[in-house]
């Protein structure tokens, strides 16, 4: 298939990325060579959505220009290239996770891969999907567990769970750094536990928690595990299988790809006993004016056209993640990230969230700036032409909990650099001392 790209530059596998390597990296991003209020670009935001090299936008692109046509559906030449190709980019993808193609189901984005899941566990509330689905079939005796670090996305598409089948929503809660309350979890999660949702890595406080001990744990009672695996697929090697977890969910912008394409990974067992969540055309495979029999995962959660560029768009941005080295994107950003808070540690006023320098966290930071809203912060560090996030980052219990409204967020990715990391401090140094508010 058309998809194969060709980072910059290689090294062996064994190494972390350089700056040297990230600068060249960043030649493939036609975004980044920009200036900013009279600044060069300094890109912090990747946590929310990252940038795409060229040979993504390019894929895109040729897929309009020599194959648009419907998937699955067309016995014209066309029809086949188009379904090969997506085909093919699920197969990219699934392997990218050591998922089998079947256990890999296209979504528009995390969000919708978590609310399939959810709307699924209704349906088989309601007693769709027969004798196979009874392990779905959630009521008042039943308990959903999340925990306090979650996005909105893992958290209110559980509550809503609970409230169509009256199952409770539990949750385990962090500690004042922010660290999940382990010993909470083997409190919390226990017989009447049916389904345990948490995230890999914290998209706020950057900790990467324990999914073996959290996933068996939840095993142990015969609950099952759904991860989400937004702020992890992009930034380290994550496999599926070796984790152990039943499902999994991530978004295609966050890792070079584009936007309205994301992924649910479930084992096969449970994607094929899962009642669908949308129904309609190409999930199908015989329909009577009473009732319809649904295709085998993952076309019995594919309803409707397809979203096909984007997919293969995706498996483009996934060929030059594996060629540039997973473990290697992650030891570099596992260094900036450290850059990051040891030198946030030092600027009077300023709090970080999550994990200290020196323990790891993933490349992202988000903290507060005493005495300033994160909104000035924001507004600041982009007159000087860094861009970063600010807000509660869709985690307003977490926030809440930390004692706080909003924080400012600083994420980065394989094109950052250490001088990235430092125009960014040496900013934030700045903060305080413009709003008037130093001691
Ligand atoms: C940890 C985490 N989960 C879920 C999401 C939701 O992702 P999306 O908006 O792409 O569905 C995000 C996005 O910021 C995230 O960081």
Known sequence: MPVVSTPSSLRPADSALDNEEALRIRNDFPILQQEVNGRPLVYLDSGATSQNP???????????????????????SLAVAA???????RQTVAGFINAGTDELVWTSNATEGINLVAYAFSNASLGRGGEAAERFRLGPADEIVVTEMEHHANLIPWQELAFRTGATLRFIPVDDDGGL??????????PRTRILAFTHASNVLGTINPVDQLTALAHRHGALVLLDACQSVPHMPVDVKALDVDFAVFSGHKMLGPTGIGALYGRRELLNALPPFLTG???????????????????RFEAGTQRISQAMALATAVNY?????????????????ERLVAGLEQIP???????????????????????????????????KGIAVRVGHHCAQPLHRRLGLVSTTRASTYLYNTTDDVDAFLEAVAGVRPFFGVSS
Request: overall charge negative; proline content about 3%; charged content about 30%.
């Open 321 to 337: 993640l594996r060629e540039t080295g997973m473990e290697r994107i992650h030891a570099w950003e596992a260094q900036l990230g």
């Open 181 to 190: 309350r382990l010993d909470e979890a083997e409190r919390i999660i226990g």
């Open 349 to 383: 006023g300023v709090r970080v969230l999550g994990p200290k320098a020196g323990v790891e966290r993933i490349g992202l930071a988000a903290f507060d700036v005493e005495g300033v809203h994160s909104h000035d912060v924001g507004q600041f560090l982009d007159d």
């Open 83 to 89: 379904t090969d190709v997506f085909e093919d980019a």
């Open 281 to 299: 055309g190409s999930m199908i495979t015989t329909v009577t004016m009473e009732k319809a029999e649904y295709l085998p995962a993952p076309q």
């Open 54 to 76: 060229t040979c993504v936008m390019e894929a895109e692109q040729e897929f309009y220009e020599q194959r648009n046509s419907a998937v699955h559906r067309g016995a014209h």
